[in-house]
């Protein structure tokens, strides 16, 4: 018997992101809110981490809320019909539910529904992930238009006492329409992970230790030192190898987007990466906090919406954090 030869689908040759949308939480917390608790000032908060204020959910906003509300900004701006939309990622941390993923939930409420939904848990480095999976899976022909969301609300999975990491995040969410292009718009990435390094940020139990009695509620713990010198050092020789990877210096850059983890972070790697100074650096950190997954759209949303000029130029983009894993890749902004 003679096996039939399979058919394979094909997609597009390129693809591009069209829009952002943003949602980020109705709550602004200044760093008096909260230094209280971890024993701390609002001067040792701003030296070590650049934060004046994060914004975070009230208590009725869900990581759901966030996520649909910055999809639908998205969709709107895209001038793609929520129709046509047949893959949603939401990439999070912060998912109190295991199952339903938000992704699926949020692909119903903005109007995409039946496409393909899953949730991706990559950390700080999800947002990155996500747009490189949807850039393959369009290119491969199993989707045509994608939603891509980080959304977090990290407020829910954090100890108000901790100091290593408690003070540093917020609530938000950020997210993308990437569909076919005519010529690259989306370069391919640097990723990769290292787990030897796994205890250096992530839960500090699990829900079997929390059910048995023998913990509290899981919440977010960080190694701080290792984490900045991790994240200084061998991320800004990732996000070099990005530009290579892209064909690109970083005189070609209009903007560099990373993970807004801390400033001095941000700092060091425009230093290491030898940006000048026509290109425009995301600092959102400063006003809207860490949000994990959210980041990196959030911070991209709010220079377009800053710097208009700076639509169709290059961007850097760089996602690292827990497991410890990372991605970078250079894209061109809508």
């Known amino acids: 018997m003679t096996t039939p030869t399979l058919q394979q689908s094909s997609g597009a040759q390129f693809t591009r992101i069209f829009s952002y949308g943003a949602a980020r939480g109705d709550l602004i917390v200044a760093n008096d809110e909260l230094v209280e608790a971890i024993d701390s000032s609002d001067e040792w908060i701003q030296q070590r981490t650049g934060i004046v204020t994060r914004t975070r959910a009230s208590s009725g906003v869900s ?7 910055a999809g639908a900004e998205a969709i709107e701006k895209s001038g793609v019909d929520a129709a046509l939309i047949d893959l949603v990622i939401v990439a999070t941390v912060s998912n109190v539910q295991q199952t339903p993923s938000m992704a699926a939930v949020v692909a119903d409420r903005v109007g995409a529904n039946p496409a393909a939904a ?5 950390a700080c480095a999800g947002f990155s992930y996500a747009v490189t999976q949807a850039d393959a899976l369009i290119r491969s022909g199993a989707a045509h238009y994608a939603l891509v969301i980080g959304a977090e609300k990290l407020s ?7 100091r290593s990491i408690s003070f540093l995040l917020g609530d938000g969410a950020g997210a993308v329409v990437i569909g076919p292009s005519e010529t690259p718009g989306i370069a391919a990435p640097v990723w990769g992970s290292d787990g030897s390094k796994a205890d250096a940020v992530g839960m500090n139990s699990t829900l079997v230790e929390y059910r048995d009695g023998t913990a509290e509620w899981p919440t977010l713990r960080q190694q701080g030192q290792t984490v900045f010198r991790w994240a200084v050092w061998d991320m800004a020789k990732v996000a070099k190898r ?14 560099f987007i990373p993970h807004q983890a801390n400033m001095r972070i941000i700092d060091e790697f425009a230093k290491q990466l030898g940006l000048p100074e026509t290109v425009m650096i995301a ?6 906090g860490n949000t994990s997954a959210a980041s990196i759209p959030l911070a991209t949303h709010r220079l377009l919406e800053e710097h208009p000029e700076l ?3 290059l961007a850097l983009q760089i996602g690292f954090g827990a497991g410890l894993v990372f991605g970078a890749q250079v894209i061109v902004l809508p």
């Open 311 to 313: 639509s169709g130029g």
């Open 156 to 162: 829910d999975i954090i100890d108000p006492t901790d």
């Open 242 to 255: 990005a530009l290579d990877v892209a064909g690109i210096t970083s005189a070609d850059l209009a903007a």
């Open 118 to 122: 899953y949730d991706a848990n990559a």
């Open 63 to 69: 990581a759901v809320d966030l996520a649909a509300e």
């Open 283 to 288: 600092r959102d950190i400063a006003t809207t």
